[in-house]
């Protein structure tokens, strides 16, 4: 848990969220800035800075987010989306509490800008 970390608020429960899906270790919600007609966030409710943060200890959990992250994708009704996690400034990471991002309902280019 970090005091003043976004994510950590929102998984507390301290900032609303536009949640789809809870559990004692996962949640996932809408990201507030969408950039796809279906755009979310999946996060580990402990808090980890970033992909670089993650040990052998949380390898189920990463996993798990991507089993749910695909649950929850198929429910939106897409089943063609990118996943990305960014990891520091110049990845483009501006949370730093990890998160997996799920876009779809559009086409994707390659390689990203
Ligand atoms: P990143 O740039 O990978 O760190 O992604 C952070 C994401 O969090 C961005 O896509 C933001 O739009 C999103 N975001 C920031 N604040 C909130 C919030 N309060 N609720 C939902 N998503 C948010
Ligand atoms: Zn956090």
Sequence with gaps: ??????????ARGEIPADKLYEDD???????ISP??????????KKH????????E??????????RKGNEIARKEGIDHYRVVFNNGEQAGQTVFHIH????GGRNM?????
């Design 109 to 113: 280019n390659w390689p990203p800008g």
């Design 57 to 66: 200890a949380e390898e189920q959990l990463i996993g798990r987010m991507m």
């Design 35 to 44: 950039q796809a007609p279906v755009h979310f966030l999946v996060i580990p």
């Design 1 to 10: 848990m970090s005091d003043n970390c976004l994510f950590c608020k929102i």
């Design 100 to 103: 997996m991002h799920i876009l």
């Design 48 to 55: 980890f800075s970033g992909p670089a943060a993650i040990t």
């Design 25 to 31: 270790d996962i949640l996932a919600f809408r990201d």
